[in-house]
């Protein structure tokens, strides 16, 4: 079964509009990580973020925020204000407590911002 | 510099022969992850490696694939007698010991067996 599913294989919007990712994961553990990468056009991955599942805060970092609902096992990615630089491929990834920090990473969403 | 550090960039061979793949991670991570990525596919899991501990091996997709790693530093990816479907990007990621840690990832090989 996917650990990780990310049902958005592709998005375009156009600039300055919202835009939200979707992830939903799956896992018999009580701990565990999630995490956010960026693939830029360039390949190489990004980090974004990480929280544990003790923390179910929404954060938010300049137009970033990141929604994390344990209900739902979903950790949502939203950008605000999108820009012609968030073109990227954006990965979800878990990372369980008995996997030894393996990760597993959704298939990725394709974000294509226009001018 | 201070990042993971892969080589070669870009491979190209042909299909039979063997190849090798370098990783150089971040100096002080202890944990080092393969990964391949075919093209518009997400990433699979090939091999973790954790200090002195047996790396975990499980997502080597064939007997064709191996992976060591030298002094608890660099590590090398071996795929002999390459295949066609091996074609993709092989990325590589270092990080700390610990669950709670992000892995921060090369900037990969792109493999092209032909």
């Known amino acids: 079964a996917q650990k990780v599913t990310q049902a958005q294989t592709e998005i375009s919007v156009v600039e300055k509009e919202d835009v939200t990712l979707d992830c939903v994961y799956e896992?018999?553990?009580?701990?565990?990580?999630l995490f956010w990468y960026k693939q830029p056009p360039s390949g190489e991955l990004v980090f974004l973020i990480r929280?544990?599942?003790?923390?179910?805060q929404n954060e938010i970092s300049g137009r970033y925020s990141w929604n994390f609902q344990k209900s739902t096992s979903s950790f949502n990615f939203t950008i605000t204000a999108s820009q012609v630089v968030d073109s990227a491929v954006y990965f979800c990834?878990?990372?369980?407590?008995?996997?030894?920090?393996?990760?597993?990473f959704g298939s990725g969403t394709k974000l294509n911002v226009k001018p | 510099g201070a990042g993971v550090s892969q080589s070669p960039s870009n491979k190209v061979t042909e299909k039979g022969k063997d190849v090798e793949l370098r990783c150089d991670p971040i100096?002080?991570?202890?944990?080092l992850y393969w990964y391949r990525q075919s093209l518009g596919q997400g990433l699979e899991f090939l091999i973790y490696?954790?200090?002195?501990?047996?790396?975990?091996k499980s997502g080597l997709p064939s007997d064709r694939f191996s992976a060591e790693r030298t002094g608890g530093s660099v590590s090398t990816l071996t795929i002999q007698r390459t295949q066609q479907e091996d074609s993709a990007v092989y990325l590589c990621?270092?990080?700390?010991?610990?669950?709670?840690?992000?892995?921060?990832f090369g900037q990969g090989t792109r493999l092209t067996v032909v």
């Open positions: 896992t018999r553990d009580t701990t565990y990580y």
């Open positions: 990834a878990l990372s369980e407590e008995r996997g030894f920090n393996k990760f597993y």
């Open positions: 990621a270092s990080s700390f010991e610990g669950r709670n840690t992000e892995a921060f």
């Open positions: 490696f954790q200090g002195n501990s047996a790396p975990d």
């Open positions: 100096s002080g991570h202890t944990a």
């Open positions: 929280r544990n599942s003790f923390d179910e």
